[in-house]
């Protein structure tokens, strides 16, 4: 029996684990590389995958593995095993057309601000409301 493939794929990512994280985007990417539309909401913890770089340092740099790896050591051995890292990842997102939305309640929950996150993601301040009339009736909803 053939089955039809999702015709969006929408990902809330609410893990503050920078591997859950990262392979969320892993699957957004993969998503529009192969033209599924995709739309990736940040919220929580993962709102601060997205914050502003500091010290010189992206602001996912600071993140933990469930694992309790720091983030930038486990991209770094990502890495060195040419698997695709963080920043080649969102910029995939960025550069194939994935929708990026950060939710306005988990910024506050995090506290940061709109003004806290990145420059150049288009991100959009939003809330649960708008990613919910994003989604697709015939599409695939993942919770990270």
Known sequence: MATTPPDKLSVIVQ?????RVHY??????AA?????PATVFFTMGA????????????GWAAMRTAGGEEAAAWDAALEARKLA??????EACVAL???????????AAMDMESSDLRDDVP??????????????????????
């Open 15 to 19: 893990s503050g684990d920078f591997d």
């Open 24 to 29: 969320a985007l892993m699957t957004v990417a």
């Open 32 to 36: 529009v590389a192969v033209n599924m």
């Open 47 to 58: 709102c601060r995958a997205l914050a502003k770089p500091q010290d010189g340092r992206p």
């Open 85 to 90: 890292t963080f920043e080649e990842l969102l």
């Open 97 to 107: 057309g994935a929708r990026i939305m950060v939710c306005e309640t988990g910024l």
């Open 123 to 144: 991100a959009e301040i939003t809330g649960l409301v708008s990613f919910l009339k994003d989604s697709s009736a015939t599409g695939t909803t993942l919770f990270v």
